[in-house]
């Protein structure tokens, strides 16, 4: 590592050219003061504090964890000049100015922030080797251009935390007035003050993004960063990205894309979080001259700010005065193993764990420090190198190969080489004869090897239902040996050899049992069925890809399309009718079609779509339903036509208790709960009577009974979505209960909850129908919402006792909502409800119509 001497003869060539700055012996500045002039010498230990006494600057030495104030002792440990929180006894840096030159200790007595002739402010160090005439060195400076009126120009620490250059300038008019002519918030760091900007200006180009730190003790730049996209395609995304290899955004938000969820949206929901009321409005600002998202905090007595910290995850971080802590109310992604390569080269990720980073095995860290102190992008290393000898003429490599079960597999730009059908001692030849090969898969025939670092391994904890494999993992053969010996040398205890037989005898009976049943289950993977003759005879059946051609003709009358995939008619013999879903994308639909089969294989329910079979073979994932004849709910009560009949009110009122018998079977009936994830009612299917069928659960989520809550990502639609989705915290199978009293809301209306329904002044306004259904329930006039194509053709009892299930299913704490076995007792008229009160949520959004009204 370059030492100071040589770092500051590198900056004299470059910088004493331009600033010849002697060490002025002006006054020093005045401690607590906001400001700092001209001429004025400010130094380690001094510091500005802002007029409200909320911020400081001031240099300072960052500490594991930044537990504590910054300390005037020198140290090896580098030194920066920041903002932080004044009164906040845990020292929390929000702004770092001089990044990526730290000031070791010994030079602090001859370091200075001062403002120089041409108005720049400049982080300082003498230079004393010539004795005659003393000069100094920039580390840092604002790089502003030269300043029209410089003896007026200071230095100034605003109320909000941000340090602005400001002078004395002539307007056209020959007026005079103070302009800022540079400001932090320009160019934040780690984190996000209210009222800094994420964006860009579209006039000199300056894009503001943060940039985590490296760890906990450096603030220099981390691996990830968050910003606004400025393409043409994706212009208006927030997205979370990978800065260093292997490049990646993995996370974005962009509120055109949002299914209408729109600034005003995300402020009512903001609004109605007890955590987040009255600290948090979201702002989203594109004009001609500037474009960002910014927010505003209207509690000037609390303490927040967004950050991006180094493991790449994004949090709004609130200051609790009762635990004189910080604690995070906001986390995305929520899965911390979903930055990329967040653990670095070699490493299992598991979400659930603390910290989430393991080595694999015979792999150790590479830097233990840089790990303790959070930055984990180093990954591990190997204990012993690859034997490479074939290669290099050798006959063979004595390497062999370690699986690591139930796992992502990795990815980057070197991993995958994909060699179809080969068998696994051929693939593993093929990983062998090439020394920079490390790992490979082998699934299907099909064989993929990796070459070179490892990144993206994450482990299923059992949390979420996801992709799963196998891969093996390319050792040395003396790192192997030591594996088996540590698993062979620890003897086993009686209790365990007996748990062993018991475990055993069980095996066999289930072998025993399984043998009389083999044929339903015999072709689960990859492997061709004959096409079954009785569906009840056999079960869930497992298909052919050929088989489901011929059956769909090809997949030649596509019934419709989602994210996922497609799904196509078909016959098969001996069956009725079916549909067949095509997934799309190998991750993606492979994570879907696990998770389908999850939860639809071993359940029935007659409000729960059967799943028939599957294909598994290759790259190809299908699943067989049944064919519900009547599509689905929303071509009835949103997509009607002049011809199409208008579902009576008798059978909206079937459909919405059947709906909740499936959701209450499977959140209460199920052996494991199974939380559906996205209600909505193009989810729910009608057969040839009408009768609804709760289908599509490529995002359920499977819950042991054990646990109540589930960590999951961020999933759903749009409108139909729990408020505590925003939070980022695990959720429950309220959130179907939410969504579910959304769609209650649609099946009385008969009309999208938001629509647009009319244009003003060229503006289309939208009645967001929840909003008034809550008002006119109160009012006690049901009657007006219930859909007028109905022509007053319904029982006004049964629809208000909807609206009152439908008004507490979207109750904003999830506590106040009924569970679905509630909801299906009210709705058969066996249990009553109260009048629910006006959540917060609807409360905020009637306050925003009426000021975008104004």
Known sequence: MPTFHTFLRGLLILTLHLHAIPLGTGAAARDDDDTLMPGQAFTVGNKLVSSNGKFALGFF?????????????????????????????????????????????????????????????????????NTTQTQSVVIWSTHIAKANNTATCRAI????????????????????????????????????????????NKVTGLNRVGISWKSQIDPGLGSFHVGLETNATTRNNVTIRRRIYPYKTYWWWSPDTAGGMKIPALRALLHMNPQTSGLVVPEYVDDSEEEYYMYTSPDESSSTFFSIDTNGQVKMNVWSHANQSWYSIYVQPVDPCSPYATCGP????????????????????????????GDRTGGCSRNTPLDCSANTGGSSS????????????????????????????????????????????????????????LFGVNRDDGIEISSEDSIYI???????????????????????????????????????????????????????????????????????????????????????????GSVYKGVISGLSTVAVKRLDGVRQGEKQFRAEVSALGLIQHINLVKLVGFCCQGDKRLLVYEHMCN??????????????????????????????????????????????????????????????????????????????????????????????????????????????????????????????????????????????????????DVQSLVDPNLLGDFSLEEAERVCKVACWCIQDNESDRPTMGEVVRVLEGLQDLDIPPMPRLLAALTECSSVAAM
């Not at 299907?444 to 090897?449: E, F, G, I, Y």
């Not at 609804?692 to 961020?714: E, H, N, Q």
Request: aromatic share 10%; proline share 5%.
């Open 398 to 453: 004595t390497d062999v190969f370690h699986p690591i079960a139930s796992v992502t597999l990795p990815y980057g730009p070197q991993t995958q080489s994909s060699l179809d059908t080969m068998t696994r001692s051929e693939c593993q030849r093929a990983c062998l004869s090439n020394c920079s090969c490390t790992a490979y898969s082998y699934q299907d025939t099909k064989c993929s090897v990796w070459h070179g670092k």
């Open 61 to 129: 030495q960052p500490s594991a964890g930044n537990m504590s104030k910054p300390s005037s002792s020198t140290s090896p440990a580098g030194w920066y000049l920041g903002i932080w929180f004044n009164k906040i006894p845990l020292f929390t840096p929000v702004w770092v100015a001089n990044r990526e030159r730290p000031i070791l200790g010994p030079y602090l007595s001859a370091t200075q922030l001062q403002i120089s002739v041409d108005g720049n402010l400049l982080v300082i160090v003498s230079n004393n080797a």
């Open 474 to 564: 390319r050792l040395a053969a003396g790192d192997f040996s030591s594996l088996t010996r540590g698993m062979t040398r620890k003897p086993l205890p009686i209790g365990a050899i007996t748990a062993a037989s018991v475990i055993g005898s069980g095996v066999l009976l289930i072998v025993i049992l399984m043998i009389s049943r083999k044929k339903r289950f015999k072709y689960w993977c990859g492997v061709s069925s004959p096409a079954p003759t009785s569906q009840a005879s056999v079960g869930v059946a497992v298909f052919s890809y050929a088989d489901l051609g011929r059956a769909t003709r090809n997949f030649s009358e596509k019934l419709g399309a989602g994210g996922f």
């Open 631 to 780: 599509g689905s709910l929303d071509s009835h009560l949103f997509q009607r036509n002049d011809a199409a009949a208008v579902l009576d009110w008798s059978t909206r009122h079937h459909i919405a208790i059947g709906v909740a018998r499936g959701l209450s079977y499977l959140h209460q009936s199920c052996r494991e709960c199974i939380i559906h994830c996205d209600i909505k009612p193009e989810n729910i299917l009608l057969d040839e009577s009408f009768v609804p069928k709760i289908a599509d659960f490529g995002l359920a989520s499977v819950v042991g009974r054990d646990f109540s809550r589930v960590l999951t990502t961020f999933k759903g639609t749009m409108g139909y979505l729990a408020p505590e989705w925003l939070s980022g915290v695990p959720i429950t199978s309220k959130v179907d209960v939410y969504s579910f009293g959304m769609v209650l809301m649609e099946i009385i209306s008969g009309r999208r909850n938001a629509s647009v329904v009319s244009n003003t002044t060229s503006m289309d306004h939208v009645s967001y129908f929840p909003v008034r259904a809550m008002g006119q329930l109160h009012e006690g």
């Open 157 to 200: 620490l605003k109320n909000n935390g941000n340090l602005v250059i400001e002078s004395l300038e002539n307007s056209s008019n020959n007026a005079t007035a103070m302009v800022w002519l540079w400001q932090s918030f320009d160019y934040p760091t780690n984190a996000l003050l209210p009222h800094a900007k994420i964006g860009w």
């Open 346 to 373: 070699f490493t299992v990720c598991t979400g659930s764990s603390d910290p989430p980073c393991e080595c694999m095995e015979s792999f150790s860290r590479t830097s233990p420090q840089d790990w303790d102190l």
